[in-house]
């Protein structure tokens, strides 16, 4: 408690020392609910616009940055399971398949919900005064009510921060709109637009038992498992910080308080280590960069399926930088293995020819601003769609991990390098994406002070949260107007009856 309580004084001491006005200041509480490095990611270059800008944050996080000025980290990494450098195939058996994903995501939900009430920091802080000194709660959604819980317990306004695409089976809990399943495909699709019947009828699917499997583990949850902090109302998000911009999301109405600021984590870019500048400098046909990022171990990937990567790039003449855990038996004399590679200055070089990725978001986004083009081997969750959108564009190919061949690798990278179109596209494409009329980070900080500027926006809120999913999807109207059509004709059914019974009486009569 003490920890706590100290922690509150110097943030008010900071604040008041600047003096600095409401809204040009403010004290931000942040809570971090994901132990994945890329949620992480969007989430930290979230903050470090507003710390930027002045504002101090204090946040909940199993990833430590380090304390500076205006920002200070609570560290709950022992509370959480860690999602790195996971296995391949475990993930694909257990979140590979859009179905098997949503049963295994309402058990994670559930543990991340007990690590950050486990807190006893955060414990603290919700039963002492010092709630109060803060002016905005941050935080990652996670599609139960948990997150709900802290909002209302601080009652604070909140920002929700996604660091993927819209999450469309939560997007009418979150924003009170429901994207049209026949033109806006699902989060857990493998299409980036439902272009045919198949893709319109199984979209339609994915979203309904999406949804309803969602609504059904909150039901449980409650009956099985009652929890306080199950039992909050559903809370309003003032604002949704989105990771993704057109290009990287293929276009879809959204509610105004729905701000894409997608390539947020994006910086200048640094030196790259010289050994590494040297391997792709001395590459007189360029380089191919590979990784699947952080939460996927590379190394874990079968062995058949990695012999036909080696073979495949030892046959090209471009030179090979592969993101690789541990040491490579039989590694291809062109290519270089590293456990970590700068990403993001390698993807602004001009010597790189292509991206190896699994289409994580914060990936997709250095590529398209970067302008290179992409082979996609999508993994699980967002991926498959992310990819999708890359392709849509022009700039892309999609393949499948797991029938993955030497033949099949080495005609999509030479189709992707030798085919201009791919590299026209992606500049094209980076262009499309660094035309903003603000950067990300002047988004951020714009917003967030408008909500508190405005004691929550609420007038930025949509009004169809206060409706029913019946009366939103206008089915009470429709019931209506059917039994209005339906007694209509029957009424005329019954004077039409009535005269021909009438007009017989008369002939009778004659």
């Excluded at 543990?111 to 709630?131: F, T, V």
């Excluded at 909002?151 to 993927?164: C, E, G, Q, R």
């Excluded at 603000?438 to 408008?450: A, D, K, N």
């Amino acid at each position: 408690m003490s920890t706590v309580v100290w922690l509150s004084l110097f943030l008010w001491l900071s604040v008041d020392l600047r003096k600095m006005p409401v809204g040009e200041a403010a004290r931000i509480l942040a809570v971090e609910t994901v132990a994945g490095k890329s949620h992480w990611y969007f989430m930290s270059s979230v903050l470090r616009s507003l710390t930027d800008a002045g504002h101090t944050v204090t946040v909940f996080t199993p990833f430590l940055d380090g304390d500076r000025i205006n920002y200070t980290e609570v560290d709950t990494s022992r509370y959480f399971p860690m999602k790195l450098e996971m296995d391949v195939m475990q993930t694909i058996r257990e979140f590979g398949d859009p179905v098997v994903l949503m049963n295994e995501r309402s058990r994670v939900v559930r543990i991340y919900c007990d690590a950050i009430y486990g807190n006893q920091k955060l414990a603290d802080l919700i039963a002492s005064e010092a709630r109060h000194l803060y002016d905005l709660l941050l935080i990652e959604p996670l599609g139960l009510d948990c997150v709900s819980y802290l909002a209302n317990a601080l009652d604070l306004p909140v920002i929700y921060s996604i660091p993927s695409p819209m999450i469309t089976f939560a997007e009418w809990g979150f924003t009170g709109h429901l994207s049209n399943p026949a033109c806006v495909s699902n989060m857990l699709a493998s299409h980036a637009v439902p272009g045919t019947f198949l893709q319109r009828f199984t979209n339609t699917a994915l979203l309904t038992y999406s949804m309803a499997k969602m609504k059904y583990d909150q039901l449980i949850n409650l009956v099985t498992d009652p929890r306080p902090y199950d039992l909050a109302r559903t809370v309003n998000p003032s604002i949704i910080f989105q990771n993704s911009y057109y290009v990287t999301e293929s276009p879809s109405p959204v509610t105004p308080n729905v701000i894409y600021v997608g390539g947020i984590h994006l910086k200048p870019a640094k030196t790259i280590p010289k050994d590494i500048l040297d391997f792709i400098e001395d590459s007189p046909q360029g380089v191919i960069f590979f990784t699947f990022g952080s939460t996927i171990k590379v190394s874990s990937l079968p062995g058949h399926i990695e012999q036909s990567f080696k073979e495949a790039f030892a046959d090209i003449p471009q030179r090979v930088l592969w993101k690789y855990e541990g040491e490579m038996k039989d590694k291809p004399k062109n290519v270089m293995t590293r456990k970590w590679f700068p990403q993001r200055e390698i993807l602004l070089h001009p010597k790189v020819k292509l991206f190896i990725s699994h289409g994580g978001m914060s990936g997709v986004c250095e590529a398209v601003d970067g302008g290179v083009p992409v082979l996609g081997i999508p993994v699980f969750y967002d991926q498959p769609r992310n990819i999708e959108n890359l392709v849509l564009n022009g700039m892309a190919i999609s393949m499948d991990l797991l029938s993955t061949t030497k033949e099949k690798l080495s005609n999509a990278i030479s189709e992707l390098i030798n085919d201009e179109k791919y590299s026209k596209n992606a500049k094209i494409a980076s262009n499309r994406f660094r035309d903003r009329p603000m950067t990300p980070q002047q988004s951020v900080v714009y917003w967030t002070e408008y909500v508190i500027r405005h004691k929550g926006a609420p007038h930025l809120i949509s009004h169809a949260l206060n409706l029913t999913w019946y009366q939103y999807l206008l089915l009470d109207i429709i019931a209506v107007a059917l039994i209005l059509i339906f007694l209509f004709i029957f009424v005329v059914f019954k004077v039409f009856k009535c005269i021909k019974t009438f007009k017989k009486d008369k002939v009778k009569t004659q």
